[in-house]
């Protein structure tokens, strides 16, 4: 199986691993704008060396055949390169989210709707160890019914590259990082989103330099239009559950670890959390408080190719690719105009065929 990466500005090491450990997966091309961080990578990958650099994405589309092509460019021109893929009938593995409009995702769902390619997204939480734990504990009622579901994601800024400091080239802080947080809930709960309202901003950019190291760090995104420094969302699932997500890049440069990811999930009889770091899930229920391990995940790319191989689904599907994308696109809308939105019900891209 032949396979093409579009951009290195994403988590293109799952692809990279998962290939390495399937064994009969060949990475033929790569492009970037950077061309030179693209020969880099492949002099330093024994599994890359008969792999051929390209700087525009488009020349790899027009020398290179591929049956699977990972599309980890910047997320402005995500639906571009998406919309000639599905035109080829290639599967794809994508960065998230799919797009950064709504209108653009209408486009790319008629697109994907009349091809014969399979999609998923690096929805990389649903292949941690700890949530997919957390999913069989809640989908086995060890917490009762769902009532409420928070979540954070607080993060360094860090030296980040130009594409991610402006909202036209990133898509906004709730879609880049708040569709890790928003999807992870929805899968462990198994509920759909109903209604969402946000709040986001950039407060932090323009720091003195004198301040803290936390100021010193947001500093650097204080030219030009920044993308959001922090984001809250409150949402509805369908069952009547309440959910909060708390989104940030303000996590100062002297904290111990680059990410701080927090869950916590209460329901009618008990609660389960889990943080960044933590050995174990902590599980209050019927049993008093327990300390739950979890153990490994399969690599999200070997999975998917090994699903296209049998014809069986993935865990990440295109429809809650699709789904989740117009989730998050709709919550930066409510941030934008400070309202309360109704979402629209979930509906499969591709019409099922009924049986003859």
């Known amino acids: ?8 500005k994403g988590h293109i090491n799952t692809v990279l691993s998962g290939a390495a450990a399937l064994g009969d997966v060949e990475i033929v091309a790569i492009s970037d704008d950077n061309v030179k961080a693209v020969e880099s990578l492949i002099s330093g990958n024994p599994h890359l060396r008969a792999t051929q650099p390209w700087q525009n994405w488009r020349h790899l589309f027009e020398h290179t055949m591929m049956d699977v092509c990972c599309v980890a460019d910047e997320t402005a021109i995500r639906s571009e390169q998406l919309l000639a893929i599905f035109e080829r009938d290639v599967h794809v593995v ?11 995702l209408e486009r790319l769902r008629t697109a994907y709707s009349g091809s014969k390619s399979q999609l998923t997204m690096l929805l990389e939480l649903r292949h941690q160890p700890k949530n997919v734990r957390v999913r069989e504990l809640i989908q086995s009622g060890a917490i009762g019914e769902v009532c409420q579901v928070s979540t954070q994601k607080s993060y360094r ?3 980040r590259p130009e594409w991610m400091r402006t909202r036209a080239r990133l898509g ?6 708040g ?27 323009q720091r003195d330099p004198s301040q803290t190291a936390g100021g010193l760090a947001n500093r650097q995104i204080a030219d030009g239009l920044p993308t959001e420094t922090h984001a809250s969302i409150l949402a509805q699932l369908s069952n009547g559950a309440s959910v909060t997500s708390r989104l940030d890049y303000l996590r100062p440069a002297i904290a111990a670890t680059h990410g701080d990811d927090r869950l916590r999930v209460i329901g009618t ?18 049993n008093g408080i327990e300390m739950i391990p979890f153990g490994e995940t399969e690599n999200l790319f070997v999975e998917f190719i090994r699903n296209l191989r ?3 689904s993935s865990r990440i599907t295109a429809d809650d690719s699709f789904y989740i994308t117009d989730v998050v696109l709709r919550a930066r809308q409510a941030a934008d105009e400070a309202s309360l939105l109704e979402l629209p019900a979930y509906r499969p891209v591709r019409t099922p065929v009924a049986p003859g």
């Open 1 to 8: 199986m032949k396979v093409a990466i579009l951009g290195l």
């Open 269 to 286: 009889d008990g609660f389960i959390e889990v943080n960044e770091g933590d050995p174990a899930i902590t599980l209050a229920g019927r």
């Open 157 to 159: 800024w860090g030296d």
């Open 94 to 104: 994508s960065e998230k989210p799919l797009t950064t409009s709504l209108v653009d």
């Open 179 to 205: 569709i890790h947080s928003l999807d992870t809930i929805r899968w462990i709960t198994g509920l759909d989103f109903v209604r969402i309202a946000a709040f986001h901003g950039v407060p932090g950019m």
């Open 310 to 312: 049998s014809g069986t």
């Open 172 to 177: 906004g802080t709730i879609p880049y990082i």
